[in-house]
């Protein structure tokens, strides 16, 4: 019985795939199998699992984390995904934003503008296992951190010695053709030891060109900023959730208000000194905190950041359980009316700051799409 289940998901999923067709410019290609590699808990990705589902269950990524680096990335799920991408059917991205006209910082390009030279040869070359290390690089295995937010744990998490496997990718993933650095997904990159000491003792000589990315709560940055790469470090977004103490405090727990205002200003503080490109600040929208969300454009604003992203709430780890009860956008959520009224404030459309709505534009009356003006290294 379950190999007949099996087989006739396989069979729903294969005639998706048929009836599929990207919508992509002419001779448009997604650089990310060829350039990107996340690195977490269970299994390295190209994508998240929500754009790229690979394996029998979807999650599976490219390899399961527990082989090398080098061998992931050329694994046989890797190399498919490369040929689907050479080949222009995109038969594993079906649900990628980027391929139905939800702009998303899309890193589809014409191939004769593809200016890394290595990756243009190999895509005209049909060559899907590639000698050369991803250049860009997103650390998301280690989940220590120094909150514990109801939407994402019941218990704070500590790991002291990381994700063993994230040693082992520094050692040999990272180097002279490094482009972007991203740390961290699961957990805080300050909390996190492993982090922390890469990010104060690595040697970036051996690595010219490469930028970091934070992915922080914000709360510890203010803390280890001086004692940092942090010449290299060119995008922060801090995930915020909140424009109110109230909120902020149940959502971000044990986090304190006048903490991430002190924080975030300190970071508004380091792009208005041109320090950093883009501060960014994030809101995963819920059932708690629809309410704030025109508040957290005047707190983007106040603050100094120059984007704004709002995320729906999806059904994953923890957050599951609930998820019925927080997913605001749903249509059939007691909610949704009022929320969707709300989003039709002026305020999301304010031009003097990019405001990134994601899937949530579509419920803006008459609004224009967003702009594809977040770069690739935002999308990790
Ligand atoms: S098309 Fe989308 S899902 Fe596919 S590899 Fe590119 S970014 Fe990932
Ligand atoms: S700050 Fe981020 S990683 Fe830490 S508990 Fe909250 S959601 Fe999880």
């Known amino acids: 019985m379950r190999t007949n289940n099996r087989e006739k998901a396989k069979r729903r999923s294969s005639n998706w795939a048929r009836s599929f067709t990207p919508n992509i410019p002419e001779d448009g290609v997604c650089l990310a199998p060829f350039t990107r590699l996340i690195v977490t808990r269970q299994a390295y990705r190209i994508c998240c699992p929500g754009w790229q589902p690979l394996g029998r269950s979807g999650s599976q990524g490219i390899a399961s984390s527990s082989i090398p680096p080098m061998q992931a990335w050329n694994s046989k799920r890797a190399q498919s995904v490369r040929s689907s991408i050479i080949d222009g059917s995109y038969r594993f991205c079906r649900t990628c934003p980027a391929l139905h006209d939800i702009a998303c910082g899309s890193c589809i390009v014409p191939l004769d503008q593809v200016t890394d030279e290595y990756v243009r040869n190999a895509i005209k070359n049909k060559q899907t296992a590639l000698d050369r290390p991803p250049t860009i690089l997103h650390l998301s295995g280690d989940r220590t951190c120094n909150l514990q937010c109801p939407s994402c744990r019941t218990r704070r998490v500590m790991q002291p010695h990381g994700f063993p496997r994230e040693k082992q990718v520094v050692d040999t993933l990272i180097g002279a053709h490094t482009q972007r650095i991203g740390l961290a997904g699961a957990g805080d990159p300050f909390a996190s030891l492993f982090y922390r000491d890469f990010l104060t003792t690595y040697d970036f000589s051996k690595s010219p060109n490469a930028h970091i990315t934070l992915a922080t709560n914000g709360l510890l940055l203010p803390c280890y900023w001086d004692r940092i790469a942090n010449d290299r470090v060119d995008l922060i977004s801090v995930s915020v959730d909140a424009a109110s103490p109230l909120i902020y405090e ?52 106040n603050v100094g950041a120059n984007v704004i992203k709002f995320m729906p709430i999806v059904p994953r780890g923890e957050r599951v359980r609930d998820y019925a009860h927080a997913a605001i956008q749903m249509p059939e959520h007691p909610e949704n009316a009022e929320f969707v009224e709300m989003l039709q404030d002026p305020i999301f459309r304010r031009d003097a700051i990019t405001i990134h709505l994601g899937p949530l534009r579509h419920l803006i009356r008459g609004a224009a799409p967003d702009t594809v003006d977040l770069p690739q290294e935002m999308l990790i």
């Open 250 to 301: 149940q959502l971000r727990y044990p986090g304190k208000w006048p903490d991430i205002l002190k924080a975030l200003n300190f970071i508004g503080d380091l792009r208005r000194r041109g320090k950093l490109k883009t501060f960014m600040i994030n809101l995963v929208v819920q059932q708690r905190n629809w309410r704030d969300m025109p508040g957290f454009v005047t707190l983007g604003l």
